[in-house]
T-cell receptor
Framework: DSGVTQTPKHLITATGQRVTLRCSPRSGDLSVYWYQQSLDQGLQFLIQYYNGEERAKGNILERFSAQQFPDLHSELNLSSLELGDSALYFC????????????FGEGSRLTVL | GDSVTQMEGPVTLSEEAFLTINCTYTATGYPSLFWYVQYPGEGLQLLLKATKADDKGSNKGFEATYRKETTSFHLEKGSVQVSDSAVYFCALSVNNFNKFYFGSGTKLNVKP
């Protein structure tokens, strides 16, 4: 158990809908990272937050947004969903920049029908 | 841009065989390099890391050496076990660990 909690574990929805994925980092970790894992594109870095502030952005679509709250949990919002958004979404946390180790949750599997 | 390329799988080996999974990288500046492992139904977990050139990371019998001259970080293990069956990801971090980039993953199957 990494200590990172992601909910929901599984989610099935329709095209055009909006979903929110939630991540609770390990106790004491200030950084949260979001990744998308799909069969054809591997593990894609989406975005990173540190203590409530966005620190780095990767290949995140404009239809997607995220935030980190004062209690350090984070949410990833996916809107206007398309079939291609079906993937496993991972959250990872670390104590902060310069530690070099990410702790991953078990992921949220999103299926868009 | 920054990226990681690793050999495609799946790799199928017999127990006690020697393992090599190739990983090369492209990065601006001086990245840190990692190997993560993902067991079925679980998230990724750190296997080993190296933060500067010529460093060797090692853990659970696995090792990898940070080779700046060849921009590589190949994963090796002298004798694999069935329990090593998993997907292995090479990764690099830049910008003081604010960005982590992962390779596409290599699935390892070890047969008894």
């Amino acid at each position: 158990d990494s200590g990172v909690t992601q909910t929901p574990k599984h989610l099935i929805t329709a095209t055009g809908q909006r979903v929110t994925l939630r991540c609770s980092p390990r106790s004491g970790d200030l950084s949260v990272y979001w990744y998308q894992q799909s069969l054809d594109q591997g593990l894609q870095f989406l975005i990173q937050y540190y203590n409530g502030e966005e620190r780095a952005k990767g290949n995140i679509l404009e239809r997607f947004s995220a935030q980190q709250f004062p209690d350090l949990h984070s949410e990833l919002n996916l809107s206007s969903l398309e079939l291609g958004d079906s993937a496993l979404y991972f959250c990872a946390s670390s104590v902060g920049p310069a530690t070099g180790e990410l702790f991953f949750g078990e992921g949220s599997r999103l299926t868009v029908l | 841009g920054d990226s990681v390329t690793q050999m495609e799988g799946p790799v199928t080996l017999s127990e006690e065989a020697f393992l090599t999974i190739n990983c090369t990288y492209t990065a601006t500046g001086y990245p840190s390099l990692f190997w993560y492992v993902q067991y079925p139904g679980e998230g990724l977990q750190l296997l080993l890391k190296a933060t500067k050139a010529d460093d060797k990371g090692s853990n659970k019998g696995f090792e990898a050496t940070y080779r700046k001259e060849t921009t590589s970080f190949h994963l090796e293990k002298g004798s694999v076990q069935v329990s090593d069956s998993a997907v292995y990801f090479c990764a690099l971090s830049v910008n003081n660990f604010n960005k982590f980039y992962f390779g596409s993953g290599t699935k390892l199957n070890v047969k008894p």
